[in-house]
């Protein structure tokens, strides 16, 4: 299967917005108009019980009876006011600051295993409205060699991941599995041949411009499918690292400005399925 995006196709923010907006304007409306009744009411019921507020003691028991059965709050209100907080809070980290992701394929290898658990920086490229995605504060932009999430211009309801290998205005190309960037090849280093039996995969590693360089692998049974591009305005030209396999700006286009979510800047666990165990041996920065 081609591409790397992410598994999670529901749309999670959307609910999240919901059900912190749900629980917001529960709590309010109860503090508003109900709550008040509530507190005069066992204000009333206090009266009738002097000494209740000795722990214990038969008044306090009666009051508290008394209280559950005619000002008790609203169940509904109860977890309103419980879950809002802490949904917020949830909201906001995942929002503006960091939100996690798994890798479902292998389209980013060896950069990022099938089962990594990722944390992607939501604020490095621009703090973005949940939902709507609307650029509310420009931070930064995104470079050559980040690894970026975003949704495809083919599937805009889905979470893909690949590295950026053209910014606005590079001309881009590719021909015999050679990247070339601004008519220069790009340095690369043959690190491995992995024979698997059928096919061999070679890993080595490439430097695009003003990069440290990350690794990338080929496949030899596919062909180099080349082509040369002019990256647009506003746009970014994406592939994956495991170059021969992966559906990614070769194949759909190049991705817009808006449709960035944000940069995947660590790895903090690797676990491939439920009856596996979690492994945090490849926990670290990604490169």
């Not at 309103?80 to 802490?86: C, D, I, L, M």
């Not at 190309?173 to 070339?180: G, H, M, V």
Request: neutral net charge; charged residues 25%.
């Amino acid at each position: 299967m081609f591409g790397a995006h992410t598994n999670m196709n529901i749309d999670f923010p959307l609910i999240l917005v919901i059900v912190v907006l749900g629980s917001g304007a529960i709590w309010l409306l109860d503090s508003l108009l109900l709550a008040g009744g509530r507190r005069a009411r066992r204000a009333e019921i206090a009266k009738q019980f002097p000494g209740y507020e000795e722990p214990g003691s038969k008044a306090a028991l009666a009051f508290g009876d008394a209280c559950s059965s005619e000002a008790a709050e609203p169940v509904v209100v109860e977890y309103a006011r419980s879950f809002f907080p802490v949904l917020a809070v949830v909201l906001v980290l995942r929002s503006f600051l960091y939100e996690p992701f798994q890798i479902p394929s292998s389209s980013m290898v060896p950069t990022l295993e099938v089962g990594d658990y990722i944390l992607v920086d939501k604020f490095s490229f621009g703090l973005r409205l949940p939902v709507t995605r609307t650029k509310i504060l420009d931070l930064g932009e995104p470079e050559r060699g980040d690894v970026m999430v975003f949704f495809p211009p083919h599937k805009n309801d889905t979470y893909y991941i690949k590295r950026v290998i053209g910014v606005p205005g590079d001309k881009i190309a590719y021909r015999n599995k050679q990247l070339w960037v601004n008519n220069k090849p790009v340095p690369q280093e043959w690190l491995a041949e992995l024979p698997t039996g059928r096919y061999t995969v070679k890993m080595g590693r490439e430097v695009l411009p003003d990069t440290d360089g990350h690794l990338m692998q080929t496949d030899d049974r596919r062909g180099p499918r080349n082509f040369s591009i002019t990256v647009k305005a506003g746009h970014y030209f994406m592939m994956g690292d495991n170059r021969d396999n992966s559906s990614d700006s070769r194949v759909w286009g190049q991705v817009p400005e808006r449709d960035i979510v944000g940069k995947a800047v660590a790895i903090w666990m690797h676990w491939e399925d439920f009856l596996s165990v979690p492994s945090f041996s490849r926990a670290g920065a990604i490169d």
